[in-house]
């Protein structure tokens, strides 16, 4: 993961990547769905990459900037900024314009180069709205 990421392209790769896929025998992402920004919701995400994967890293949380803005206007913590959400889920977090609002992406940076999946087993997506949770 580089300035040159380009979000949106790597958050529709990371989405066709469930590691439940029909036919799939090889390592994919975790998906889980959300039904809206919080931080209980980004929690949830932490203690499936836990469960999910090994590698406890560093770690990035990566939002829309949209999605920031609703997690720290609206969420009930303490939580007013990136940097505050930083400290309490001791990751880093990246907030990014060209991040799709409906995905929040959990991952090792050395997991993606610019869109390419890397490692997808220490990727989680969390599908923010999602009425039913995807296989992963």
Do not use: K, W
């Not at 720290?72 to 400290?87: M, N, R, V, W």
């Not at 992406?105 to 990727?123: F, K, M, T």
């Amino acid at each position: 993961m580089d300035s040159s990421t380009d979000f949106e392209e790597l958050s529709a790769r990371v989405r066709t990547q469930s590691e439940d896929a029909a036919g799939s025998d090889t390592e994919r992402v975790t998906i889980r769905s959300l039904e809206q920004v919080s931080y209980e919701g980004i929690e949830s995400l932490l203690e499936v990459y836990a469960v999910e994967t090994t590698d406890t890293g560093d770690l990035v949380l990566v939002l829309s900037s949209l999605n920031a803005e609703l997690l720290f206007e609206t969420d009930q913590s303490d939580i007013d900024d990136a940097e505050d959400l930083e400290g309490s889920l001791g990751h880093d977090v990246l907030v990014e314009e060209g991040m799709p609002e409906d995905t929040i992406l959990l991952l090792d940076p050395n997991a993606v180069s610019g869109e390419e999946i890397l490692e997808p087993q220490n990727i989680v997506c969390g599908l923010v709205g999602a009425a039913d949770e995807p296989n992963g």
